[in-house]
């Protein structure tokens, strides 16, 4: 694997002269930098001064990056493409590391640049960040710091929930109930949300509380309540008003979500108490199993969620299992957005929808039957 090393810059410079080639209309394409755009030019500061449904990184980040820009659209799409794939190429770096621990051949990772680096995705959207906070986390906790990795999921959690999935990974070793990485986390959330909670509860809490009204979008949980848009909020003008965080998008769930947590939570507990999560391959493949049962409990769903899926396939499934379901979760999402939902065919997302829902089952279902089972008779967990 010698000339791995070089294969993110390559990675860059691909995405570099894709940027100079593409048009600004292009480079925004179907994703949401202008919606960035509009957020950022609302007065003030985020969490201060208005509400925002997204963890605090980002928000501040893109503040910061608007007024580096001077306000200027341009400038402003551009720095934040190169961050998004500055990410990504750190991500690809991550999946070089892992692969390579998990025993895996070079041509993998030339199967994950491919599939990045004309993914619109990656440099439309911030989830990039999570991600390699996501792959981050996993990789020190390959190499056995699992403070560390809990350091990293807790970042990840402050641009994206999802990444605190992995500490399933890292609350058991061997016998022993793993604390101090769940504390590391659980730190860097609280120093990060509690300064905000006392400058300006009100904002802070409505941000907090935000996703409770969001209701279900591009889900079989959407198409049950009859809910068929998208998961995007209204006008920006109204995060000025804190209750707006609150009041009901869509149509209410039929089924509560804490409800249909509860088999789901159930699945993933019984599965971690009966994984052996020792061997490199299969504190990857659990990861992909936690994020699976998530995605098939969440109410959501977005497109761009892909990319967080999208590594562990590769890294965790064997041979042409991993490439052929990660080819499949491009296609259905790109199939639903942009070509189906940009042209206003709402009628098809039930398609997709389901499509999706059926590779997350067999995504979970593939992901289980290669992780070792633990001998849970004679397993007394200790805490450590």
């Known amino acids: ?74 400038a402003f799409f551009y720095l934040l493409a190169f961050l998004f794939s500055a990410a ?40 990039p960040l999570a991600v390699f906070a996501l792959l981050l986390g996993l990789w020190w906790a390959l190499d056995g710091r699992e403070r560390r990795a809990g350091l990293a999921f807790g970042l990840g959690a402050l641009v994206k929930w999802f990444p605190l999935l992995g500490l399933a990974v890292l609350a058991r070793k061997g016998n022993r109930l793993q604390v101090r990485p769940l504390l ?13 909670l006392a400058a300006s509860p009100d904002y802070t809490m409505a941000s907090l509380r935000s996703q409770e009204a969001k209701g279900s979008w591009e889900t079989v949980w959407a198409l049950l309540d009859g809910n068929p848009g998208t998961g995007n909020f209204g006008a920006k003008e109204a995060r000025y008003d804190p209750a707006s965080a609150l009041e009901p998008q869509g149509n209410p769930a ?48 977005s497109p761009q969620w892909v990319l967080y899926l999208l590594p562990i396939v590769l890294l965790a499934l064997p041979g042409r299992t991993g490439v052929l379901f990660a080819g499949l979760l491009v296609l259905v999402n790109l199939l639903e957005w942009p070509l189906l939902l940009s042209r206003g065919l709402f009628e098809l997302l039930p398609m997709t929808v389901l499509l999706r829902t059926l590779l997350l089952v067999l995504l979970a279902w593939e992901f289980w039957r290669i992780i070792p089972r633990a001998n849970t008779a004679s397993q007394t967990v200790e805490i450590s």
């Open 1 to 74: 694997m010698n000339k791995t090393p070089s294969l993110p810059l390559l990675f860059l410079a691909v995405r570099l002269a894709l940027f100079l080639s593409l048009p600004l209309e292009g480079l925004a394409g179907y994703g949401d930098l202008g919606h960035f755009y509009g957020w950022a030019q609302l007065a003030g500061w985020p969490f201060l001064d208005y509400w925002m449904e997204f963890p605090p990184l980002f928000p501040f980040l893109g503040e910061l990056l608007y007024r580096l820009a001077g306000g200027r659209e341009q």
């Open 254 to 301: 039929r089924i509560p979500p804490w409800l249909a947590l509860l088999p789901f939570a159930g699945i993933g507990l019984w599965a971690w108490l009966r994984s052996d999560l020792e061997r490199p391959r299969s504190l990857v493949a659990f990861s992909g199993l936690a994020l699976a049962l998530f995605f098939l409990w969440s109410p959501g769903w």
């Open 88 to 127: 990504q190429a750190g991500s690809l770096a991550l999946f070089l590391r892992i692969a390579k621990k998990v025993g895996l051949a070079e041509s993998r990772a030339w199967v994950y640049f491919g599939l990045l680096a004309g993914l619109f995705y990656g440099w439309t959207y911030f989830d």
């Open 184 to 196: 590391a986390a659980l730190g860097v959330v609280v120093l990060a949300w509690l300064p905000l």
